[in-house]
């Protein structure tokens, strides 16, 4: 008894592999070129918000991490929003370019109290000390926001280089 198999689909099969394996690949090296932006805008992220004018606890973590479509920066923290958004600060007509898209700003963390535009200031109690502290408000770091920009261009140039060499 004779047995034949047939392997005339095997280099079809071999060559879908390694256009799979080339795909994987490809994927690999985006995520880590868009991990690694994300990784630069992390650091101005952080290095804005430790400078920026704050009166409470500058309890602020900024992250990157890879995702299944590249990656993301996240800033954690109970001073967050008051930071990257501003409180009060009536002086100033700094104002986060995307405060009416995420409805946040001056006047916007405590709507019944009138005290946020008091050319005199105003106290509030330290959420990790305790104490009572006297502050005018802060401009809006606008640090993620800067970030933002700032790493778009690296992350399409890593791209650019990781997937296409140029």
């Avoid at 704050?54 to 992250?63: A, E, H, I, P």
């Avoid at 802060?138 to 650019?160: C, F, H, S």
């Amino acid at each position: 008894m004779s047995f034949t198999a047939s392997i005339t689909g095997l280099p079809g099969v071999l060559r879908s592999l390694q256009r799979t394996e080339k795909v994987l690949d490809d994927s690999r090296r985006l995520a880590n070129a868009c991990y690694d932006a994300a990784s630069t805008g992390a650091e101005i992220a952080s290095t804005i918000y430790s400078m920026s004018d704050y009166d409470g606890d500058r309890n602020v973590s900024v992250t990157a991490r890879k995702t299944d479509s590249g990656a993301t920066i996240t800033a954690t923290g109970q001073s967050v929003l008051f930071m990257e958004f501003g409180a009060g600060v009536t002086y100033s007509g700094e104002r986060h370019p995307q405060n009416s898209e995420f409805g946040f700003g001056p006047g916007t963390y405590n709507p019944d109290s009138p005290n946020w535009s008091n050319p005199k200031g105003w106290w509030f109690k330290d959420p990790v000390t305790g104490q009572k502290v006297h502050t005018y408000g802060n401009p809006p770091a606008m640090a993620m926001y800067q970030a933002g920009k700032e790493v778009r261009p690296i992350a399409v140039e890593n791209v650019r280089r990781e997937i296409f060499g140029e």
